[in-house]
Structure formats: structure tokens, C-alpha cells
């Protein structure tokens, strides 16, 4: 059973951080890529941010590039995302999920960015 678990969002200031994780299971996490997700008030969601599963290249949309950083831990089945420099428009409940997006999601974590 395919199984994400996300974790560490909260109420953070504008330009704050965060470090966001989801330990993920019931797959071959070892040679899936990862993507986090982001749903924002009023707004379908939206991969924000993918990894590779055999190398750290990583991709960025166009909002979170230059401040977010995506990584993963194979040996804990685990990926994360750190959040630098957060805007009020980062607000949304974080998911992660692979590129093809499995039918079972997590619940996701709330991020708050306001002051």
C-alpha cells in the first residue's frame, strides 16, 4: 500500500524557513523520482519541485526557484524541501508524491506565511 507521510509545515514570518519531509513506503522509493507538491487557497495543486532518483538533479518551477531546495535520503525512504525566503503566496498545504502521481496522497502539511 503506497503511503506518503509529510511533515514540518507551520506559521512562519515572511522570509522565513522551513524544512518540510515526507517518508514515503509500498513503493520502490530507491528508483522512483519525488516531486512536492503545493496547493494554495483557491488554486489546483502544483508540482513545485522533482528529484531524480539516480542522481541529486532537481528541477524548479518558476516560483520557488532560487529559494527552495529539494533532496532526498534513499536509506530512510525520505525527501525533503527546504523553504528559504517564504512569501505570503508559499501558503498552501505541501504533498509529496512522484512525477506520475500515485492515486493515494498523504495529508499533506500546512504552511502558513504571514505576519
Known amino acids: 500500500q503506497v503511503r506518503f507521510v509529510e511533515s514540518g509545515g507551520g506559521l512562519v514570518q515572511p522570509g522565513g524557513s522551513l524544512r518540510l519531509s515526507c517518508v514515503a513506503s509500498?513503493?520502490?522509493?530507491?528508483?522512483?523520482?519525488m516531486t512536492w507538491y503545493r496547493q494554495s487557497p483557491g488554486k489546483q495543486r502544483e508540482g513545485i519541485a522533482s528529484?531524480?532518483?539516480?542522481?541529486?538533479?532537481?528541477y524548479y518551477g518558476p516560483s520557488v526557484k532560487g529559494r527552495f531546495t529539494i533532496a532526498r535520503d534513499n536509506s530512510k525512504n525520505t525527501v525533503y524541501l527546504e523553504m528559504n525566503d517564504l512569501k505570503p503566496d508559499d501558503t498552501g498545504v505541501y504533498y509529496c508524491?512522484?512525477?506520475?502521481?500515485?492515486?493515494?496522497w498523504g495529508q499533506g502539511t500546512q504552511v502558513t506565511v504571514s505576519s
Open positions: 508524491n512522484t512525477p506520475q502521481k500515485f492515486d493515494s
Open positions: 509500498g513503493f520502490a522509493f530507491n528508483t522512483s523520482a
Open positions: 528529484i531524480m532518483y539516480a542522481t541529486p538533479t532537481a
